[in-house]
């Protein structure tokens, strides 16, 4: 979580691709660090070999995720501790955060 600028629980909504990467928008369920809305749009490369993370529309992540000095978006890397909500219950990251925050809804 350290080297992460956000890390948050969310569901994706929608994946768009345009050229090499891809703009992941997510409905967050719980947040830990960087965030508190209730809905974050994320950038990933598109490819694998780019360490692009394959998200899939319906799945839970708990995704950790970098600003990028140049870009809007926040980057979620291959890279990362990004895993499925499943796989991150097995690993123990959900004992390891602690209970996080309920993020804030839109008015």
């Not at 799945?59 to 870009?71: G, T, W």
């Not at 990362?80 to 602690?98: M, V, W």
Request: net charge positive; with cysteine; charged share 30%.
């Amino acid at each position: 979580m350290e080297g992460s600028s956000a890390v948050f629980l969310a569901e994706v909504v929608k994946v768009e691709t345009l050229g090499q990467m891809s703009t992941v928008t997510l409905k967050a369920e719980r947040w830990w660090k960087g965030g508190e809305s209730a809905e974050i749009t994320v950038s990933t490369s598109k490819s694998g070999a780019s360490c692009g993370y394959g998200f899939e529309k319906g799945k839970k992540y708990l995704v950790y995720a970098h600003a990028e000095p140049k870009e809007k978006l926040l980057h979620v890397s291959l890279c990362s501790r990004t895993s499925t909500e499943k796989e991150a219950e097995k690993n123990g990251d959900f004992k390891e955060l602690g209970s996080g925050k309920a993020p804030i809804p839109r008015p």
